[in-house]
């Protein structure tokens, strides 16, 4: 499988973030019932999105960007770093441990710092999470002018689907309940200021219009 997913292209185009190695690609696969079906897929469409199921291999924790990008920032700088994290069409995907997904909003509602925390999708047993392809095919050209815009896109952004943070092992750590409710409570608190009541007015602003 060599051929259509180089196991280490050490590029300023693809960092080791930006794509999923051999390994990574197995532990992805496993999450599928066909894992064998995923890998004859992603030889013949490797630049494009999949559909897989979640609840065995892994939970997603789907977050609005500005909030998920504060709850990664804060998981490298001040916690334990995270598993892989993607931005899919203007939200943060964050993979998390199994029944993460379950407990997450039950540890939320005892949280003083809830109102702060905008509304997350968290994705478990019986549903399925959209990942973007495991390693886009680019040219040059198309490189050269995303890394010139780099500095005025947000990656997040709702045109972009990629990895933020790819995996690259069969056997990636995982955050459970405890590690995301804690990156949480310090992402709201980042946004909201010294209190849970001016979280609140954050809260509010940061609802989905409609």
Do not use: K
Not at 73 to 85: E, M, Q
Not at 142 to 157: I, L, S
Not at 162 to 184: E, M
């Amino acid at each position: 499988m060599s051929d259509w997913l180089p196991e280490t292209p050490r590029t300023l185009a693809f960092p080791t973030a930006a794509y999923v190695t051999l390994a990574g690609a197995d532990w992805l696969a496993s999450a599928s019932p066909h894992p064998d079906e995923m890998h004859a897929r992603w030889a013949t469409r490797p630049a494009a999105p999949s559909a897989l199921p979640c609840g065995t291999a892994f939970d997603v924790i789907n977050a609005p960007a500005l909030f998920g990008r504060r709850m990664v920032d804060r998981l490298w700088s001040d916690g334990p770093g995270s598993g892989p994290v993607a931005a899919h069409r203007g939200r943060i995907l964050l993979f998390a441990a199994p029944g993460t997904a379950q407990r997450l909003p039950a540890l939320l509602v005892w949280e003083e710092w809830a109102t702060a925390v905008p509304p997350l999708l968290c994705h478990g047993s019986g549903d399925a999470v959209t990942i973007p392809p495991l390693h886009p095919r680019r040219s040059p050209a198309v490189d050269r002018t995303a890394a010139a815009a780099a500095a005025d896109e947000d990656p997040a952004g709702p045109s972009v689907s990629r990895w933020l943070v790819a995996p690259d092992v069969r056997n990636p750590w995982l955050p459970g309940p405890d590690v995301l409710l804690w990156a949480c409570v310090r992402a709201a608190r980042s946004m909201a200021g010294p209190t849970p009541e001016a979280a609140a007015q954050h809260a509010v602003s940061l609802l989905p219009a409609g």
